[in-house]
């Protein structure tokens, strides 16, 4: 017992310190409902609305079992996650308003990364469209459906940047870029939470992971990894930022620790940066069980210790680990934990209850007859169907083999991947139907009609195929018009813990695609995928790859139409490809060496012995049917001084036989600042349809903000020095051309990066 009383002792000495410490930290902001009901809860009743409970479905950690009603009734669970279905979420919130002394409505959660029965590309694979409007109106769809199942909060967007195709969820965020990514989550917040958070059709949305989740070293989920300022500033917070400034209700903690101190325990970051410095106003949730993992990490002595950590760190809400309900009210009472941050957790999460509409209208997203006319409607599987067209990338398309003749009469789909409804949907498939998914196969079938014979053979499996299965495609092919090679991963090869070592082809893919390859016969690869993945040797082999990612649950249409002409690929690579694993982490705004490598290679240089240093596909690469021509860029003003905007502009001819949309990039590189800074840039996108012989232009705007990088003072501000600043355009990363642009700076620094437009769009 002395021991004990030493140690509480100790502890109250400490958390005297971490109470001033965040004694800066503003009061939660609340309604007079949300106060009055905060007046009349008990400890336990506080407590219990920190704990956010697994229900009966989808379950993603170690899962201990407990009822949820008990978890309800015991007034020890503000929220559930995993759980859906309007029936269901309906009777889960009349126990908690008829059964419960105060009624306190529920947080409902579920993971719904790219759709809830309607399922979208990827993430990935909607990044790849570089189209705002059609990402937030498939997450229009992600909300419209799921809300009407009764959820309404959402643990999506996934706004990681990342380097490292081996890290499995890749898949689930926008790429390397971290001003792509800026641009995507700010119209991902907008398409899940809408033009009203009460709305029935409206949900929550939870950025996640905070923060640095995607640079864990060696691509292997939940890994540490250490980051400079600078790195987290500029790579890894810029989506969660424009995120947050979109109005985010939620951010989600990160397992990862970053420097040394996990996402739950992170005080600088959940704190400092996003409470004080952005004036995040919505709920910190951990991962799941994250709180609990704590002492495994070795930062904290036991689950009492990794509550009171965690709690005073800034994490609100304990996913699914029982830390809190355990141990809170204990260390409350001890004096350990402050019962002021206490009720500003409380604050925050009851404040988003009343946001949802929760108090006024608790069933008004459990709606069975919404439910039955909205999930998987005609309209949503149209814009389904338009996101998974925009997110195909023509990798490579020697003598124009595609577009494949609509005159096809046979066809043969060769491949594990040509009818897997599974695979097609992808990872994170939520509450999607594989059976109801249109394969590859499916898709070409309605394509060419009952004239044409489309034969689908697997000829083994992703990991393996017989001497004998490549001999059956090999017959089945040169029976074939023209053949389609659906090649790929699993849909469980990609996503959360699925880290993969090797980037190939998995199994004996490659030896499949070689012998039909050696047919000569009129032949497309299709490859369905959640990373890149290295195919040198395929690139060498195949005349036409199409990268299809995990489309969904049109997907199989969308390629068909595109392999057959009825749609213009025009996605472009949100993340670089590597030649081998050997060259990541590979992305385009990587910093200068003094000795950089040389387009052939020189000794004594920043290259490899074996292989070139550029990636396989640059990021922004993607080609069309049609073909462009594009001038020099050029600027509306020589010098930019101070806040002044630069009018950049490029023209473009359509040279080919086809109309098409042509797509420009906008880079920049100081040539001269206080530190190194990248070779290329991303600052701005823009695209021009066209038909044959007809020429436009593709302009931009650069604003001093663009300018600005992470400066040693601590703030993002534009170069103080100036001086020339090289403007990049062109169709990808590898291939531009360049001006100068002379910048003198102005008087007032920029305290922020660029801020992403974040006002919600009219309906």
């Given at each position: 017992?002395?021991?004990?009383?030493?140690?509480?002792?100790?502890?109250?000495?400490?958390?005297?310190?971490?109470?001033?410490?965040?004694?800066?930290?503003?009061?939660?902001?609340?309604?007079?409902?949300?106060?009055?009901?905060?007046?009349?809860?008990?400890?336990?009743?506080?407590?219990?609305?920190?704990?956010?409970?697994?229900?009966?479905?989808?379950?993603?950690?170690?899962?201990?079992?407990?009822?949820?009603?008990?978890?309800?009734?015991?007034?020890?669970?503000?929220?559930?996650?995993?759980?859906?279905?309007?029936?269901?979420?309906?009777?889960?919130?009349?126990?908690?308003?008829?059964?419960?002394?105060?009624?306190?409505?529920?947080?409902?959660?579920?993971?719904?990364?790219?759709?809830?029965?309607?399922?979208?590309?990827?993430?990935?694979?909607?990044?790849?469209?570089?189209?705002?409007?059609?990402?937030?109106?498939?997450?229009?769809?992600?909300?419209?459906?799921?809300?009407?199942?009764?959820?309404?909060?959402?643990?999506?967007?996934?706004?990681?940047?990342?380097?490292?195709?081996?890290?499995?969820?890749?898949?689930?965020?926008?790429?390397?870029?971290?001003?792509?990514?800026?641009?995507?989550?700010?119209?991902?917040?907008?398409?899940?939470?809408?033009?009203?958070?009460?709305?029935?059709?409206?949900?929550?949305?939870?950025?996640?992971?905070?923060?640095?989740?995607?640079?864990?070293?060696?691509?292997?989920?939940?890994?540490?990894?250490?980051?400079?300022?600078?790195?987290?500033?500029?790579?890894?917070?810029?989506?969660?930022?424009?995120?947050?400034?979109?109005?985010?209700?939620?951010?989600?903690?990160?397992?990862?620790?970053?420097?040394?101190?996990?996402?739950?325990?992170?005080?600088?970051?959940?704190?400092?940066?996003?409470?004080?410095?952005?004036?995040?106003?919505?709920?910190?949730?951990?991962?799941?069980?994250?709180?609990?993992?704590?002492?495994?990490?070795?930062v904290a002595e036991d689950g009492f210790d990794a509550s009171r950590i965690a709690f005073q760190a800034g994490t609100d809400m304990d996913m699914e680990s029982r830390s809190y309900?355990?141990?809170?009210?204990?260390?409350?009472?001890?004096?350990?934990?402050?019962?002021?941050?206490?009720?500003?957790?409380?604050?925050?999460?009851?404040?988003?209850?009343?946001?949802?509409?929760?108090?006024?209208?608790?069933?008004?997203?459990?709606?069975?007859?919404?439910?039955?006319?909205?999930?998987?409607?005609?309209?949503?599987?149209?814009?389904?169907?338009?996101?998974?067209?925009?997110?195909?990338?023509?990798?490579?398309?020697?003598?124009?083999?595609?577009?494949?003749?609509?005159?096809?009469?046979?066809?043969?789909?060769?491949?594990?991947?040509?009818?897997?409804?599974?695979?097609?949907?992808?990872?994170?498939?939520?509450?999607?139907?594989?059976?109801?998914?249109?394969?590859?196969?499916?898709?070409?079938?309605?394509?060419?009609?009952?004239?044409?014979?489309?034969?689908?053979?697997?000829?083994?499996?992703?990991?393996?195929?017989?001497?004998?299965?490549?001999?059956?495609?090999?017959?089945?092919?040169?029976?074939?018009?023209?053949?389609?090679?659906?090649?790929?991963?699993?849909?469980?090869?990609?996503?959360?813990?699925?880290?993969?070592?090797?980037?190939?082809?998995?199994?004996?893919?490659?030896?499949?695609?070689?012998?039909?390859?050696?047919?000569?016969?009129?032949?497309?690869?299709?490859?369905?995928?959640?990373?890149?993945?290295?195919?040198?040797?395929?690139?060498?082999?195949?005349?036409?790859?199409?990268?299809?990612?995990?489309?969904?649950?049109?997907?199989?249409?969308?390629?068909?139409?595109?392999?057959?002409?009825?749609?213009?690929?025009?996605?472009?690579?949100?993340?670089?490809?590597?030649?081998?694993?050997?060259?990541?982490?590979?992305?385009?705004?990587?910093?200068?060496?003094?000795?950089?490598?040389?387009?052939?290679?020189?000794?004594?240089?920043?290259?490899?012995?074996?292989?070139?240093?550029?990636?396989?596909?640059?990021?922004?690469?993607?080609?069309?049917?049609?073909?462009?021509?594009?001038?020099?860029?050029?600027?509306?003003?020589?010098?930019?001084?101070?806040?002044?905007?630069?009018?950049?502009?490029?023209?473009?001819?359509?040279?080919?036989?086809?109309?098409?949309?042509?797509?420009?990039?906008?880079?920049?590189?100081?040539?001269?600042?206080?530190?190194?800074?990248?070779?290329?840039?991303?600052?701005?996108?823009?695209?021009?349809?066209?038909?044959?012989?007809?020429?436009?232009?593709?302009?931009?705007?650069?604003?001093?903000?663009?300018?600005?990088?992470?400066?040693?003072?601590?703030?993002?501000?534009?170069?103080?020095?100036?001086?020339?600043?090289?403007?990049?355009?062109?169709?990808?990363?590898?291939?531009?051309?360049?001006?100068?642009?002379?910048?003198?700076?102005?008087?007032?620094?920029?305290?922020?990066?660029?801020?992403?437009?974040?006002?919600?769009?009219?309906?």
């Amino acid at each position: 017992m002395a021991r004990l009383q030493m140690a509480c002792s100790w502890l109250r000495t400490c958390a005297a310190l971490a109470f001033a410490a965040c004694g800066a930290v503003q009061t939660a902001q609340a309604s007079p409902r949300v106060e009055e009901l905060l007046s009349r809860m008990t400890l336990e009743e506080k407590v219990g609305q920190l704990n956010l409970v697994s229900g009966n479905h989808a379950v993603t950690g170690p899962f201990a079992p407990q009822s949820v009603r008990d978890a309800i009734l015991k007034g020890q669970a503000g929220g559930l996650f995993n759980v859906y279905g309007a029936e269901y979420t309906r009777s889960l919130q009349a126990m908690a308003l008829t059964e419960t002394r105060l009624g306190v409505p529920l947080l409902l959660g579920f993971d719904v990364l790219h759709g809830y029965r309607t399922i979208l590309p990827i993430p990935l694979g909607q990044a790849a469209s570089w189209d705002m409007e059609a990402i937030q109106a498939g997450e229009r769809v992600s909300a419209t459906e799921a809300s009407a199942a009764g959820v309404n909060w959402i643990f999506a967007p996934m706004v990681d940047v990342t380097r490292d195709p081996r890290w499995g969820r890749v898949a689930e965020g926008s790429g390397e870029s971290a001003w792509l990514g800026a641009q995507i989550a700010a119209a991902r917040v907008h398409g899940l939470e809408g033009q009203s958070l009460s709305a029935p059709d409206s949900v929550a949305s939870c950025v996640k992971h905070f923060a640095g989740n995607g640079a864990t070293e060696a691509g292997r989920d939940y890994s540490a990894l250490d980051l400079s300022e600078r790195a987290l500033r500029e790579q890894q917070l810029p989506p969660f930022k424009a995120a947050v400034d979109a109005d985010a209700r939620c951010v989600m903690a990160a397992f990862n620790a970053v420097d040394g101190v996990p996402g739950v325990a992170n005080e600088r970051l959940l704190r400092d940066i996003l409470r004080k410095e952005w004036g995040f106003r919505g709920i910190v949730v951990s991962d799941f069980g994250a709180i609990g993992e704590l002492p495994v990490h070795g930062v904290a002595e036991d689950g009492f210790d990794a509550s009171r950590i965690a709690f005073q760190a800034g994490t609100d809400m304990d996913m699914e680990s029982r830390s809190y309900v355990g141990s809170l009210p204990l260390l409350v009472r001890e004096g350990l934990v402050d019962g002021g941050l206490l009720d500003d957790s409380v604050r925050r999460i009851l404040q988003l209850k009343e946001d949802l509409g929760l108090f006024d209208q608790p069933f008004g997203r459990s709606d069975e007859k919404r439910e039955a006319e909205v999930i998987g409607s005609a309209q949503h599987k149209a814009v389904a169907l338009a996101l998974a067209e925009k997110s195909l990338v023509l990798l490579k398309n020697d003598r124009e083999v595609l577009p494949f003749a609509v005159t096809a009469k046979s066809v043969a789909v060769i491949g594990p991947l040509g009818d897997a409804g599974a695979d097609t949907l992808g990872p994170w498939a939520a509450h999607g139907d594989p059976n109801a998914a249109i394969t590859l196969k499916e898709g070409i079938a309605q394509v060419l009609g009952p004239s044409a014979r489309v034969t689908a053979l697997a000829a083994g499996s992703v990991e393996r195929s017989t001497a004998a299965d490549i001999a059956s495609a090999v017959r089945l092919a040169a029976t074939a018009d023209v053949v389609v090679l659906a090649l790929g991963e699993h849909a469980t090869q990609s996503g959360e813990a699925a880290s993969r070592a090797s980037l190939d082809l998995p199994g004996d893919q490659l030896s499949l695609a070689r012998a039909v390859l050696a047919l000569g016969k009129p032949t497309a690869v299709v490859l369905f995928n959640g990373r890149p993945l290295t195919i040198e040797d395929l690139d060498r082999d195949a005349p036409a790859i199409l990268e299809a990612w995990f489309p969904g649950s049109e997907g199989g249409l969308a390629v068909a139409r595109t392999l057959f002409g009825l749609n213009e690929p025009t996605g472009r690579l949100p993340i670089s490809f590597p030649r081998s694993v050997g060259q990541i982490p590979i992305y385009h705004d990587h910093l200068p060496t003094g000795r950089p490598a040389a387009e052939t290679y020189k000794p004594y240089t920043s290259a490899y012995i074996d292989l070139p240093s550029t990636p396989l596909y640059p990021f922004g690469y993607g080609l069309s049917y049609a073909r462009f021509e594009m001038g020099e860029p050029r600027l509306d003003r020589l010098r930019m001084v101070g806040s002044q905007s630069v009018q950049v502009t490029v023209d473009v001819t359509n040279v080919g036989p086809r109309p098409g949309t042509a797509q420009a990039q906008l880079y920049i590189r100081h040539k001269v600042a206080r530190l190194s800074r990248p070779v290329r840039e991303l600052r701005g996108m823009g695209r021009v349809t066209l038909k044959p012989g007809e020429a436009g232009v593709i302009s931009f705007t650069l604003k001093e903000s663009d300018l600005a990088y992470w400066q040693p003072g601590g703030r993002f501000a534009a170069p103080d020095v100036g001086g020339p600043v090289e403007v990049h355009v062109g169709p990808d990363s590898g291939r531009t051309r360049m001006t100068v642009l002379e910048y003198r700076p102005s008087s007032a620094m920029v305290q922020q990066p660029a801020r992403v437009d974040t006002a919600r769009p009219t309906p």
